[in-house]
């Protein structure tokens, strides 16, 4: 069993950059997504980066906004966001597949991820 713990998240202006963070309970090789789900809206991929952390994918909506990164610590992922929009208002999820399969064709597939965090909020003002 693997928890996920994100944070980073909070209110920010238009334009304004946010940094999440997610933390594993447990090292362990995995692959991470993240995904979003704003109110009355599905749950839509953002960022994904690889067990090798040499591989990253973005939404189109958010591609040369944001990147995703390994920490230098060995269980912990970051999404940096930068010129964010009102549209980005979300809450965020970190997920983690666990081992070493291939995330290229599974990457923004929700169901394809083992475990999930609680989620954290980002609230981006006009």
């Known amino acids: 069993q693997v928890q996920l713990v994100e944070s980073g998240g909070g209110l920010v202006q238009a334009g304004g950059s946010l940094r999440l963070s997610c933390a594993l309970s447990?090292?362990?090789?995995?692959?991470m997504g993240w995904f979003r789900q704003a109110p009355g809206k599905e749950r839509e991929f953002v960022a994904a980066?690889?067990?090798?952390?040499?591989?990253?994918y973005y939404a189109d909506s958010v591609k040369g906004r944001c990147t995703i990164a390994r920490d230098s610590a060995p269980n912990t992922v970051h999404l940096q966001m930068n010129s964010l929009k009102p549209e980005d208002t979300a809450v965020y999820y970190c997920?983690?597949?666990?081992?070493?399969?291939?995330?290229?064709?599974?990457?923004?597939?929700?169901?394809?991820?083992?475990?999930w965090g609680q989620g954290t909020q980002v609230t981006v003002s006009s």
């Open positions: 997920a983690v597949r666990q081992g070493y399969d291939s995330i290229h064709n599974y990457y923004s597939k929700a169901y394809w991820y083992d475990y």
């Open positions: 447990k090292r362990t090789s995995y692959n």
């Open positions: 980066i690889n067990w090798t952390g040499g591989t990253t």
